[in-house]
C-alpha cells in the first residue's frame, strides 16, 4: 500500500530534517577546529588557546561545584518528600502537592529581583550559595512532581507488603522503594544537572566576582570581550556544552522521556 | 485508600519539610516579595515609595512594556505554532510507511534542546552574522539580494531571533508527535483507507484526533519556552535594534539591573508568570476535555 517512493520520500525528509536539525551546531564544531584569523595551525590545538584566553577553566570548576550540589540535595530532597506525597495521606498533603506543581511553572524571572535585593541585604550576593540554592529551590519543585508521580503509580503492591512485614517508613524508602526507583531518579538526576549547566539569568545576576562565574555565563562575557574572529569563540561554545551534550548522547532515553513528561500532566 | 494512611501523621510532615523549606525560602518567599516590590517606585538604594496599581499600569499603556509582551506573542508563532504545524505535517507523513533509523533520528533532532542557550545564542549570533554562513549560502545560491545584518535590522532582529526558536523547538515537537502517532492503531487507518480517504482526510480523520493529548503537551512545553526567553535575546541582541527584540523577561532583567526601576520589574515578573499559569492551565484544560469527549 504504501509505494517504494512514498519511502525514499521519507528518507528524504528526515535527513533533510537531521541536517537543519545539526547544520548550526556543525558550523560551530567545524570553526573551533579551523584556522584561526592568526593562522596558527587551528585544529584541536584551539581548544587549549581558548581555554586559556577565556579562563573556562575556572568556569567550569565553577559549573561542576554547583550542578554537583544542586543534583545531590535537591534528588535527596526530593526523594523524601516525593515519597511522603505518594505514599502517605495526611492532613494539607494535597494543597502542598499543588503548591510544589506551581514551582514547575513559575519562570526564574519572577523570583530574581527580590532574591538579589534580600540576598544582598544578607551579605550572600557574590557567593556560591547565591548561585546554588535558588537552584535547588526550582529543582526540588520538580523533583517532588515526579517522584511523587513514581511512588503513587509503580510501588503500591511493595509499600503495603513491607509495611505488612512490619518495616518502618524510613526502611520501606531507602530499602525497597530508591532501589526499584532508580530509572526515576536517573531521570530526575540528568535532567536536573542539565538545567543547571545550562542556567543563565540566576547566576548572571547573582555573581560579579569572576571566580563565581559558570560556564554559560562566562561564554557570555568571553563572547564580548573577545570581538576578533570567531574560532576561539566557537571553541569556547564547544567546550561549555561538551559536559551536558556527552551525557545526552549516554542517556538519550532519559533526557527525552523526562524532557517530555515533565510537562505537567497528571 | 484508608490502607495508605500512616499511623502518627507527623511523619509525613517530616519527609517533606526539608524540601518544604528551601523551597519556600528560595521560590515562595520571593513570590510573596516580587508582588510586594511591584507596589513600589524603587531604585534599589533609596527608600521605596509606594505608587499602588501604577507599575501594572504602565504594563497596559507603556509603550515599551507593551511592545515587549507584543514580542513575545510573535515568539510564540515562531516557538510554538510553526513547530507545532511542521510537526503534524512530518509526523503523519513519517509515520505512514515504517522507515528505519527511526532512534538515530530523534536523538539527532532532539539534541538543540540539551544544548545551553547561551552556545545556541553564540552559533547563531554567528551565522546571523553579515559576514555569516547564511548570507554567503544566500549569494551562492543567487539570493544575495536578501542578505542583510539579520539581527541588526529593526524588520528583521525579532523573526531572526524567533526562527532559533523554531530551530530548536521542532525537534521536540516532531519526537513528541511521534511517539502519539505511532500509538495509533493501523486497522484505523486500513479503515478510512477503504473508504477512499487520501492522505489530507486521513490525517484530520484519525492522526489529528488521536494525537490530541501530544498537541497540549507541546504547546504547553513551547509556548513557556517562548515566553521565558531571555538568554538568546541576552546575547544576541540585548533587546535590540532600538526595542526591536525585547521580550518580558529581558525587560525584567533590563528595568531591575540596568534602569534601577525595581518596581516594575517585579510587576512584569509578576505578569509574566500569571500569564504562562493562566496559559499552561488553559491548555492542559483544552487537551483533557477533547481527550475525555
Same mark, same amino acid.
Given at each position: 500500500m504504501i509505494s517504494r517512493a512514498e519511502r525514499s520520500a521519507n528518507y528524504a525528509i528526515l535527513a533533510l530534517f537531521a541536517v537543519f536539525a545539526l547544520a548550526p551546531i556543525g558550523t560551530v564544531l567545524v570553526t573551533a577546529l579551523g584556522p584561526d584569523d592568526a593562522s596558527n595551525?587551528?585544529?584541536?590545538a584551539n581548544f587549549a588557546r581558548a581555554f586559556g584566553a577565556g579562563h573556562f577553566g575556572t568556569y567550569l570548576r565553577m559549573s561542576l561545584l554547583v550542578s554537583v550540589f544542586v543534583v545531590t540535595v535537591s534528588a535527596v530532597l526530593s526523594i523524601l518528600s516525593g515519597f511522603a506525597l505518594g505514599t502517605m495521606r495526611f492532613r494539607g498533603s494535597t494543597v502542598l502537592f499543588y503548591v510544589f506543581l506551581l514551582g514547575i511553572m513559575m519562570p526564574s524571572e519572577a523570583i530574581v529581583v527580590p532574591l538579589y535585593f534580600d540576598l544582598r541585604a544578607l551579605g550572600l $550576593?557574590? $557567593?556560591?550559595w547565591a548561585v546554588a540554592l535558588p537552584q535547588v529551590a526550582q529543582s526540588v519543585a520538580f523533583g517532588t512532581f515526579w517522584m511523587r508521580a513514581f511512588f503513587r503509580t509503580s510501588s503500591r503492591t511493595l509499600v503495603e507488603a513491607a509495611r505488612l512485614d512490619g518495616a518502618a517508613p524510613r526502611t520501606i524508602l531507602w530499602r525497597v522503594l530508591v532501589p526499584v526507583a532508580r530509572p526515576a531518579v536517573t531521570t530526575l538526576v540528568v535532567l536536573t544537572f542539565m538545567w543547571t549547566w545550562n542556567e543563565f539569568l540566576i547566576p548572571l545576576v547573582m555573581v560579579t566576582a569572576e571566580g563565581l562565574r559558570t560556564a554559560p555565563l562566562g561564554l557570555a562575557f568571553f563572547q564580548g570581550q573577545h570581538t576578533q574572529g570567531f574560532t576561539l569563540l566557537a571553541a569556547g561554545a564547544v567546550i561549555v556544552a561538551t559536559p551536558v551534550v556527552a551525557l545526552y548522547l549516554f542517556l538519550q532515553r532519559q533526557f527525552i522521556a523526562g524532557m517530555l513528561g515533565g510537562a505537567v500532566r497528571e | 485508600m484508608k490502607a495508605r494512611t500512616t499511623r502518627g501523621s507527623g511523619l509525613g510532615y517530616l519527609y517533606v519539610a526539608p524540601a518544604l523549606v528551601v523551597y519556600a525560602a528560595f521560590l515562595l518567599y520571593p513570590l510573596g516579595r516580587s508582588v510586594q516590590l511591584s507596589f513600589y517606585d524603587w531604585d534599589g538604594l533609596t527608600l521605596g515609595r509606594w505608587v499602588g496599581l501604577a507599575n501594572y499600569a504602565d504594563v497596559l499603556t507603556d509603550d515599551g512594556l507593551r511592545g515587549a509582551f507584543g514580542h513575545a506573542l510573535v515568539l510564540i508563532v515562531f516557538y510554538a505554532l510553526v513547530p507545532l504545524c511542521v510537526g503534524l505535517v512530518l509526523a503523519s507523513i513519517l509515520n505512514r510507511a515504517k522507515v528505519r533509523g527511526l532512534p538515530f533520528f530523534r536523538t539527532v533532532v532532539f539534541l538543540p534542546q540539551v544544548v545551553a542557550a547561551v552556545v545556541i545564542a553564540v552559533a547563531w549570533r554567528r551565522i546571523y552574522a553579515p559576514d555569516g554562513p547564511l548570507n554567503s549560502l544566500l549569494h551562492t545560491v543567487g539570493l /544575495?539580494? !536578501?542578505?542583510?545584518a539579520w539581527l541588526g535590522e529593526y524588520d528583521a532582529a525579532l523573526p531572526a531571533v524567533g526562527f532559533v526558536g523554531t530551530w530548536f523547538e521542532t525537534g521536540l515537537v516532531t519526537v513528541l508527535l511521534l511517539a502519539g502517532a505511532s500509538r495509533i492503531s493501523p486497522e484505523l487507518y486500513e479503515a478510512v483507507r477503504l473508504d477512499g480517504a487520501g492522505p489530507v482526510r486521513e490525517f484530520f480523520a484519525v492522526t489529528l484526533p488521536s494525537v490530541r493529548g501530544e498537541v497540549a503537551v507541546a504547546l504547553t512545553l513551547t509556548v513557556i519556552a517562548a515566553l521565558r526567553t531571555f538568554d538568546l535575546v541576552y546575547v544576541t541582541t540585548r533587546g535590540g535594534p532600538g526595542t526591536s527584540t525585547s521580550v518580558p523577561s529581558y525587560e525584567v532583567y533590563h528595568r531591575a539591573?540596568? !534602569? /534601577?526601576?525595581v518596581g516594575s520589574a517585579a510587576a512584569v515578573g509578576v505578569c509574566l508568570t500569571v500569564v504562562i499559569f493562566a496559559i499552561s492551565l488553559a491548555i492542559t484544560r483544552v487537551g483533557d476535555r477533547d481527550a475525555t469527549s
Open positions: 595551525g587551528g585544529g584541536i $550576593t557574590d $557567593t556560591f | /544575495g539580494s !536578501l542578505a542583510r539591573f540596568e !534602569l /534601577g526601576k
